[in-house]
Antibody, heavy 117, light 106 residues
Framework: QVQLKESGPGLVQPSQTLSLTCTVS????????VHWVRQPPGKGLEWMGR???????SYNSALKSRLSISRDTSKNQVFLKMNSLQTDDTGTYYC???????????WGQGVMVTVSS | DIQMTQSPASLSASLGETVTIECRAS??????LAWYQQKPGNSPQLLIY???SLADGVPSRFSGSGSGTQYSLKINSLQSEDVASYFC????????FGSGTKLEIK
């Protein structure tokens, strides 16, 4: 069955770089797009960026200068790297998929990231 | 970016009631709209896509409607398990979400 699972450090120091991995199963990264979406505690959802099925990437303009998304199709993994973290980057980070640029039908469980010294 | 304005921010209703949540887009999104339900501590789950299509396994008491810039999610016969936050999302361009509606039982 379709699954996505995020992994990464729960605590990151301010000004450091966040590295997260989304490991997928039950579908191919060369057929579906994988997105990263984050949610500050008690707040709404923010789209961060996507890895398209063909390897192209797109980013939220507000995060573009700090964000990089890549993948390893042989390992069924999509990676997020974001630098210069600040306290307002604290939140739950989700990976999710869509088929065409569209709606998100499966989500990972999310990983909570706290930015603090 | 397309802005999504969602209302109300919170809603309290009695069991069995019908509730409606609204989303307004800053430009025409041609029914490229989804609704999600997020229960506390859980990931969002898809309820509605293409403005009015019910996702697999979603109870028929949920329905979506709208066109152009105005969309709504209706929940008939409110159940206790419907307590959650609800978000709209447009996918006519790079995805953006509404700010969410927190639904509680009165």
């Amino acid at each position: 069955q379709v699954q996505l699972k995020e992994s990464g450090p729960g605590l990151v120091q301010p000004s450091q770089t966040l590295s997260l991995t989304c490991t997928v199963s039950g579908f191919s990264l060369t057929s579906y797009n994988v997105h990263w979406v984050r949610q500050p505690p008690g707040k709404g959802l923010e789209w961060m960026g996507r890895m398209r099925y063909n390897g192209d990437t797109s980013y939220n303009s507000a995060l573009k200068s700090r964000l990089s998304i890549s993948r390893d199709t042989s390992k069924n993994q999509v990676f997020l790297k974001m630098n210069s973290l600040q306290t307002d980057d604290t939140g739950t980070y989700y990976c999710t998929r869509d088929w065409a640029p569209g709606y998100f039908d499966y989500w990972g469980q999310g990983v909570m990231v706290t930015v603090s010294s | 970016d397309i802005q999504m304005t969602q209302s109300p921010a919170s809603l309290s209703a009695s069991l069995g009631e019908t509730v409606t949540i609204e989303c307004r887009a800053s430009e025409d999104i041609y029914s490229n709209l989804a609704w999600y339900q997020q229960k506390p501590g859980n990931s969002p789950q898809l309820l509605i896509y293409d403005a009015n299509s019910l996702a697999d396994g979603v109870p028929s008491r949920f329905s979506g409607s709208g066109s152009g810039t105005q969309y709504s999610l209706k929940i008939n016969s409110l159940q206790s398990e419907d307590v959650a936050s609800y978000f709209c999302q447009q996918y006519n361009n790079y995805p953006t979400f509404g700010s969410g509606t927190k639904l509680e039982i009165k």
